[in-house]
């Protein structure tokens, strides 16, 4: 079964800095997708960003960006300059991409992020 | 507008009594799933159907059912046998299974 870890439960950060989440994930496989996903306080889900296993280049959305790592397992996710609209929880989050069609998305358990004006 | 509806945004349930909670889509997804989420804890599986008329366990489906008689609609019933029912619940779809997916706003359910 695939598992998917964030070690950082809350952090905070002063508008306009730069700050880092951290994901690991654990798998045998070699097929699959990341996903960084946003939830502010209102609860909807709003996808950050996305990569592909077999990508080597990082993915980028204007200013989130991930520093993807494949041998080392790890997915984390770079805010840069930061605004107070990014205050929400982070979930980290791995699929399987098999033949059989039956792929599950597993979430981590969060990071609650914070920016201070 | 695209996107994913759920309905109601809250709901009060007595113990013992079974509810259904409404999620429909109009983005022509193939796929569809429910997930709940507990303070602390990340979204946990439920139910997902990747095709009307179709749709598996995810990892938490004990005492919760599905139906997928449209491609539009995929409700969820929380019945009485589900122990810990106070959540909140997520509706998702994807293109297909395995793509990204959408979410819809969310219900709270509250057992009195």
């Known amino acids: 079964a695939q598992t998917v870890t964030q070690s950082q439960p809350e952090m905070s950060v002063q508008e306009a800095e730069t700050v880092t989440l951290s994901c690991t994930y654990d798998t045998s496989e070699s097929n699959y997708y990341l996903f960084w996903y946003k939830q502010p306080p209102s609860r909807q889900m709003i996808l950050v960003i996305r990569?592909?296993?077999?990508?080597?280049q990082n993915a980028t959305e204007n200013r989130f960006s991930v520093n993807f790592q494949k041998a080392a397992k790890s997915f984390s996710l770079k805010i840069s300059d930061s605004q107070l609209g990014d205050t929400a929880m982070y979930f980290c989050a791995f699929i399987l991409i098999s033949n059989f069609g039956n792929e599950k998305l597993t979430f981590g358990t969060g990071t609650r992020l914070t920016i201070i004006p | 507008d695209g996107g994913i509806t759920q309905s109601p945004k809250y709901l009060f349930r007595k113990e013992g009594q079974n509810v259904t909670l409404s999620c429909e889509q109009n983005?022509?997804?193939?796929?569809m799933y429910w997930y709940r989420q507990d303070p602390g804890q990340g979204l946990r599986l439920i139910y997902y159907?990747?095709?009307?008329?179709?749709?598996q366990k995810g990892d938490i489906a004990e005492g919760y059912s599905v139906s997928r008689e449209k491609k539009e609609s995929f409700p969820l019933t929380v019945t009485s046998a589900q122990k810990n029912p106070t959540a909140f619940y997520l509706c998702a779809s994807s293109i297909k299974v395995g793509a990204e997916q959408f979410f819809g706003p969310g219900t709270r359910l509250t057992v009195l």
């Open positions: 159907s990747q095709i009307v008329n179709d749709f």
């Open positions: 990569q592909e296993a077999y990508k080597q």
């Open positions: 983005l022509n997804h193939d796929a």
